[in-house]
């Protein structure tokens, strides 16, 4: 029987200790990876994601209209870029401002008639409720008769260096 490829010192010990048990290593992804761990996909054609971050921010602007409408809370949307949860990703974000005309305890039961999985996460001493509709989180904010209503959407992976100038613009002092 020929002895397998030597595998380190640590795997070497691990086998003479061992000798019953087999050992298989898998060779490493070809997605590269920071020293932090986080792995970045990489990134789609520039032409498909420039398609890609035009749909997302079209989503949740249109989707937040629906929920402002739903809600009848008068306001202007704002649609900006954030971080997304994984490196090189962006998420588009609508917020909108305005007065809420009914109670904050009935938010959850509109949302829900119209599809969404919400709930009243907090109710003292500022009302919250946050919600989710295909792959949208949403969260209102009540104080003082007033919402502040906060959508994001999916991640768009666009790449790190188009990820930060979406993110935080050159032309913006961030501190």
Do not use: K, N
């Not at 010990?13 to 992804?29: E, I, S």
């Not at 209209?65 to 949307?77: M, Q």
């Not at 790190?160 to 613009?169: M, N, T, Y």
């Amino acid at each position: 029987m020929t002895r397998p490829a030597p595998l380190g010192p640590m795997y070497e010990r691990f086998r003479d200790r061992h000798p019953d048990v087999t050992l298989v290593l898998l060779p490493a992804d070809d997605v590269g990876s920071d020293p932090a761990g986080a792995v970045e996909a990489s990134p789609p054609d520039p032409d498909l994601a420039a398609h890609d971050l035009e749909q997302a921010r079209d989503d949740v602007g249109s989707l937040l209209t629906d929920v402002c409408a739903l809600l009848e809370v008068e306001a202007r949307i704002e649609v900006d870029w954030r971080s997304g949860s994984r490196a090189g990703a962006v998420q588009a974000t609508a917020t909108a401002h305005g007065p809420l005309p009914g109670l904050p305890a009935e938010i959850p039961s509109t949302l829900r008639s119209a599809g969404w999985h919400a709930r009243l996460t907090s109710s003292s001493p500022v009302p919250c409720v946050d919600a989710r509709l295909a792959g949208h989180a949403l969260r209102i904010v009540v104080h003082r008769g007033r919402a502040v209503l906060t959508l994001r959407g999916d991640d768009v992976v666009v790449g790190r260096a188009r990820s930060r100038a979406l993110v935080a613009p050159e032309r913006i002092s961030r501190g």
